[in-house]
């Protein structure tokens, strides 16, 4: 059918991808994340993220002036209260925490 929509998919890149299409490292991924200079990470279950391809290309657009602040409206469809920690750390501290304390040792 001529005219028709199509549906926009929002595909979702893992981080091997976003490095080769960035060409940034993980550490400089989660260190721009942090400043707010680089795409959140969505949360896709308890130890995998991805992100958002056309945020992806949002940062490719104009990566030296982009800010998270701007774009933050696409990601509100992750309520606050859920989102997850960004980082390898923050991911561990956060594990770290769900153990009780009489079970170390």
Request: without cysteine; aromatic residues 4%; hydrophobic residues 40%.
């Amino acid at each position: 059918m001529v005219g028709q929509i199509q549906p926009t998919l929002n595909v979702m890149l893992r981080r091997k991808q976003v490095e080769a299409a960035t060409g940034l490292s993980r550490s400089t991924i989660y260190a721009r994340i942090a400043a707010k200079t680089f795409p959140p990470a969505v949360q896709l279950g308890p130890r995998s993220v991805g992100w958002r391809q056309s945020s992806i290309e949002e940062f490719l657009a104009d990566p030296a002036n982009y800010r998270a602040d701007a774009a933050a409206t696409q990601a509100a469809d992750t309520p606050a209260s859920e989102t997850p920690p960004t980082g390898p750390k923050q991911v561990r501290k956060q594990a770290v925490a769900l153990v009780p304390a009489d079970a170390e040792g």
